[in-house]
Structure formats: structure tokens, C-alpha cells
């Protein structure tokens, strides 16, 4: 039986994070993965990721997923595609599948890295062909280029509703509605808004009745719920749609640990009970990324590095001083992750109602997902002055600040605290480069003169609207404000594919147009 | 075929694809790329029923996409059970909607 100091199970961001950790301390490591592409989902990722510069934020999944293959091939790591590891067992041996074939491998160190399965949401009807998964969506979009359906109802405001429905928009389908029986709309704020200034609408406390379809889905009826989770009779809502897509929740994918009995609990799913360095109860076995808890990639990748670092100290590949000293780094980079209005702590929570500034959060930007135009001007993001300035409508406290790093002028500052919300200083003096609007993960940063009626917005779909052309500026509820004529439209790699389209409006819709539709304004 | 196709993404461009094959849905001819999953190419060609199920005859389409559900399988150059979510496509393949277990 061949012997690896590491053996790998998941080619995802913890996986791949883990072995390039431990290649690069001096193991010998080989990854299996069932699928025959690594990279786990970061290849569906098209949008810039959150968090700080030193866990790629600003960056997409999609690129981050090349650094790390790019990383892994430089360090000569085995990755071992359609393998499915399929038992391991205490002594560390493990069992993996290829071509119907079983062979057994030996592990100094395993680390369990299968990420998670997507949890369903059953109704009447939900059999039917049109009814997908959000990764079934985001695969045939991103990863091969077919538009899953012409129009959808998505289930679920999480971060995964919020960002795949937003990518069904670039990919050029209808999103009809995205509704939840939550209270609250349970991703970031920042990523509903992008949607509802597109015009797409919140349905909170609302759950499906029923898709309906003769072969396939057609229609869909969603109704209101009260607070015993009953529908309110009179509140039945139904939408014309081809597609039904459900974010409901991400299951661990922990069974490997519990094959080799591994000590399991319940954390939003069963997953194995691990020590600061994701290591189970079993010597030798660890775990990380969504197997070990469901978050999100970049505290996988850190959660896989830290699980690396600790093999290899364990393993006598690095000295205690090195592994304390990097641990440490990363485990401050995780924190920072963690934290915030969004953190473990504040999962599913409804009675938040402050920033760690003490500043309202805005309940329509929960329920509905945009800030009111008065709402908006309470944030330190906001500020009026005259000239070009950014105005950044970023009011939770996430764990993001590449807009403080975009800037080399000193107008944007978040601090050492990475979920503070950014403010503007009044002092200094913004020169219209538009960095911070590429830049901003949420795509929450806009460049704002008040008096010339001129609006910077970054703009993400196909066709990008041409310099001259008229349309219609959009409020951030999606709804037509007056008549925009673009002016400028700035294109950069620096960008990363996100254009920066100035338009001009009314001097009043200055403070309001968040968004730009290509149709011809009308009353 | 090319009707649910993105041809240009504002973000990916376009995609990296196969040779333009020639297979068979039902006995009739279709096309597809090379090396992209069969059930992707029906569903740009607008193919949403995969399979009917055996005891109650309900029809049954992708919904996972990554091989795991086997809501997807079809028959395909006559194996039953094929999961075409994850089956790449080839020249000349043919591929049948599944009523139970069989073509």
C-alpha cells in the first residue's frame, strides 16, 4: 500500500489550500477528487470575493481557483480526478474508487475536505423537470454556458440565492422573484441591492405553495406565511416561470468522518467535532471547509492552510516556532472573517437592529433589499461635498475592505477593524479614477456630482451600454427615475471585467439613480 | 440550438468549447460541443424531460448537475441509468428518454 505523509479527500478551496500548505513544508501529499475538474466551486464563482486583501478579496472565485491550481502544480501535488475516496478508516487507510476500480491508500495525515451537498426544499410539484438546484444553475452558466431557463423564481435570500440569482441576471434570464419564508433577507445587504436596483423583487415571509406544469414548470404560486410558519389565505401569488431554483441551505458532507468514527456534532448539519486545527477526534484525521461547518471559501481556504500547517508540525516537516508563528496569522485572518453582522454567532438572527458604530441597520434593506433614499444618508459611506466623491451605501458590518486599500488618495478608511463600515474623509479629495467602484465586492461604491447630475456606477452585464447612448436611470428599488445619458464608459484589466459607466441625470436623481436599464425613458 | 446559449458573458466572455458534434435525441438529430456534459447540450436545445419514473410515470428532468441526485439519467447508447449531467457528449451518441428502466 503506497504511503503519503497527507492524503487529501475534496480538490476544493480547503483541499487544494491544505496540500499546497503541506507541499510547501516538504510532504509528500495526494488529493482525490470525484469530480474531473478540481477547484471544487470556485470555477462557478464569478463574483469578487469578500474579506481582506491577504484572502483574495476583490478577487473572483474563478481566478482564485487558477491561483490555486496554478500553486498546486508548481509544488508538484498529485490530484487524482474522477476518484471517489469511498471509506477511510481509523488506521488511516483509505479506499478510493477510479474507473471501477478500488485500490487503498496509507495516510500519515488525512484531512476530509468534501464540502457539502445542497439541501431541497420539497412542495407539491417540486419533481418537476425546471426545478433545480442553485449549483445546477451556476453550472450550466458559468461552467458551460447555458442559460438553465428564461425565467426564475429562486427560493432562498442566503448568500447563494443573492449571488447565483444576480449571476442568472448577467447570464442574460429573468429573475422573477426571490422569496423566503425567513423575516429577513439572509445574505448581505449589498448583494440583495445589486438585485433589487435591477428590478428584482423580495418576497420575505413568503414560501411556496406549488410549481405547476404539464411536463415541465410553467407557473409557480408563492403565499405570505404568519409567524406559526401557516399561509395566510388571500396572500397566494402566482409567476409565470420556466424555472424554480432553490438556495435553501448546504448540507456537510461528513460521512467519511462518521465511517471512521469520528467524534460527530450537530452544527447546522452533522459535522465531526474538530480542535482549533480543524484535527477530529481521531489522530491524524482532520477536516475543513464546509465538511467542518458550512461558511464560506474563504475561511475554507484558511481553515485547509491551518490544517496543513498542523500535519506538517505534527508530521516534524516544520518547527513548533514556524507553526506558531504562521498559525497565529491565519487564525487572526479567520477571526477577522468571522465576525460582523454576519457572523456564525448572528446566523438566522432577526433582532439585530444596530451597526457596531451603534447606527440603525435598515429593516428595508432586510426585507426588500434596498436602502430608502433617506436611509442612505446616515452612513459614514455617505457623505455631500462638493466635486466628484465615492458614496458608498455599504451599512452592515461585513468582514471586506478593499475599497480602503483601492483608494490612494486617503477618501475611504475602514480601520483596523475589517467589518467597520467605511467612511469618506470630507478632507480628502477624490480624483474620479473609479478604483473603489471596481473594486468593492458588494459593488456598493458609486461616484457621485451632485451638481453636474453625474452618476458612476459599475456595471456588470452584456451588452456594456456605449458612450452617447440614452436610457433610463433606476432608483435602488429598480424603479425608473428619468432619463440617463451615458457619458463616459471606462474599461481596465485593473477592472476585472467590471465596467465603470458615468451616466448624467437630473441633478435631484443624482443622490438616487443606482443603476441603468438600456430601455428608452417614458413617464 | 443556440436559443439558451450565452454567447458572450459579460464576465467569462466566451466559453471554451468542443467540436460541434452531431447525436441523436429520440431519433432525432441534434447538436452539441464535445466534451460537454449531454444534459447541458439538451438543455440548450430545450430538452427539459430526461425520464419518466418507473411506478408512477412522472416526467423528471437535471436537477443537481453534478452527478449526485441521478434525477438526469437517461439512456444513452443503450445503458440505462446514465447520468447525463456528468456524461460527456461524443459524436454520434444516442440518446433516449428513459421510461423506468428502460428506452
Not at chain 2, 441526485?69 to 456524461?87: F, H, L, Q, S, Y
Amino acid at each position: 500500500m503506497k504511503r503519503w505523509d497527507l492524503v487529501v479527500i475534496g480538490a476544493g478551496p480547503a483541499g487544494l489550500s491544505a496540500a499546497i500548505e503541506a507541499a510547501e513544508a516538504g510532504m509528500s501529499v495526494i488529493v482525490f477528487d470525484e469530480n474531473k475538474k478540481p477547484g471544487g466551486q470556485l470555477f462557478k464563482q464569478i463574483h469578487k470575493f469578500f474579506g481582506s486583501k491577504e484572502n483574495h478579496a476583490g478577487v473572483r472565485g474563478i481566478e482564485i481557483g487558477q491561483m490555486l491550481l496554478e500553486k498546486a502544480q508548481k509544488d508538484h501535488i498529485q490530484v487524482e480526478l474522477d476518484s471517489a475516496v469511498i471509506g477511510i478508516a481509523k488506521d488511516r487507510s483509505v479506499s478510493v474508487r477510479k474507473d471501477g476500480q478500488t485500490r487503498e491508500v496509507q495516510g500519515q495525515n488525512i484531512l476530509i475536505a468534501a464540502g457539502a451537498s445542497e439541501r431541497t426544499l420539497p412542495f407539491p410539484g417540486w419533481t418537476l423537470p425546471g426545478v433545480i438546484g442553485a449549483g445546477a444553475a451556476q453550472t450550466m452558466m458559468n461552467l458551460y454556458g447555458v442559460r438553465p431557463g428564461k425565467k426564475i423564481l429562486m427560493i432562498g435570500s442566503g448568500n447563494v440565492g443573492l449571488v447565483v440569482s444576480y449571476q442568472m441576471l448577467q447570464a442574460g434570464c429573468q429573475v422573477a422573484a426571490v422569496v423566503d419564508a425567513a423575516p429577513r433577507i439572509g445574505g448581505y445587504g449589498v448583494h440583495a441591492a445589486k438585485l433589487a436596483r435591477n428590478g428584482v423583487p423580495f418576497y420575505l415571509s413568503h414560501t411556496v405553495i406549488r410549481a405547476e406544469g404539464d411536463g415541465a414548470v410553467k407557473s409557480v404560486t408563492i403565499g405570505q406565511v404568519d409567524s406559526s410558519w401557516n399561509i395566510i389565505p388571500g396572500t397566494e401569488k402566482t409567476f409565470d416561470v420556466d424555472t424554480v431554483c432553490m438556495a435553501v441551505g448546504l448540507d456537510p458532507m461528513s460521512q467519511l468522518a462518521r465511517m471512521a468514527g469520528a467524534l460527530i456534532e450537530e452544527k447546522g448539519g452533522l459535522v465531526p467535532t474538530v480542535d482549533e486545527y480543524g484535527q477530529t477526534s481521531l489522530p491524524g484525521i482532520f477536516a475543513a471547509g464546509d465538511v467542518a461547518g458550512i461558511e464560506e471559501a474563504s475561511s475554507a481556504m484558511l481553515n485547509g492552510e491551518i490544517a496543513g500547517l498542523r500535519a506538517a508540525f505534527k508530521s516534524g516537516y516544520i518547527d513548533e516556532e514556524t507553526f506558531r508563528t504562521e498559525y497565529k496569522k491565519k487564525k487572526a485572518a479567520l477571526g477577522d472573517l468571522r465576525k460582523g453582522t454576519f457572523s456564525p454567532e448572528n446566523k438566522g438572527r432577526t433582532d439585530l437592529t444596530l451597526t457596531s458604530e451603534g447606527l440603525p441597520l435598515s429593516e428595508n434593506l432586510f426585507e426588500k433589499g434596498f436602502l430608502t433614499d433617506e436611509e442612505v444618508t446616515k452612513y459614514p459611506g455617505v457623505i455631500k461635498k462638493a466635486g466628484v466623491h465615492p458614496v458608498i451605501e455599504c451599512t452592515q458590518n461585513i468582514p471586506c475592505n478593499p475599497c480602503q486599500e483601492a483608494c490612494a488618495f486617503g477618501c475611504i478608511e475602514v480601520g483596523e477593524d475589517i467589518t467597520a463600515l467605511p467612511r469618506i474623509n470630507p478632507q480628502a479629495d477624490c480624483r474620479n479614477c473609479g478604483k473603489c467602484v471596481a473594486m468593492c465586492s458588494g459593488q456598493a461604491i458609486f461616484l457621485v456630482d451632485e451638481e453636474a447630475g453625474c452618476v458612476t456606477i459599475p456595471y456588470e452585464f452584456d451588452p456594456i451600454p456605449e458612450e452617447g447612448e440614452m436610457g433610463t436611470a433606476l432608483g435602488r428599488d429598480g424603479s425608473p427615475l428619468g432619463q440617463a445619458e451615458i457619458i463616459k464608459v471606462r474599461k481596465s484589466p485593473a477592472f476585472d471585467h467590471t465596467a465603470l459607466v458615468t451616466m448624467r441625470v437630473d441633478k435631484t436623481l443624482a443622490m438616487k439613480a443606482r443603476a441603468y436599464s438600456r430601455k428608452t425613458f417614458s413617464e | 440550438m443556440e436559443d439558451n446559449r450565452i454567447v458572450h458573458h459579460p464576465i467569462l466572455g466566451t466559453y471554451e468549447k468542443g467540436n460541434l458534434v452531431t447525436f441523436t435525441y429520440d431519433g432525432k438529430e441534434m447538436k452539441g460541443y464535445e466534451g460537454e456534459p449531454i444534459a447541458a447540450a439538451l438543455l440548450a436545445a430545450g430538452v427539459r424531460i430526461h425520464r419518466y419514473t418507473l411506478r408512477q410515470d412522472k416526467p423528471r428532468g437535471f436537477f443537481c448537475a453534478i452527478g449526485r441526485c441521478t434525477d438526469c439519467v437517461m439512456v444513452v447508447d443503450g445503458k440505462i441509468n446514465t447520468r447525463t449531467c456528468i456524461t460527456p457528449l461524443r459524436e454520434g451518441m444516442v440518446v433516449q428518454t428513459q421510461h423506468g428502466i428502460k428506452a
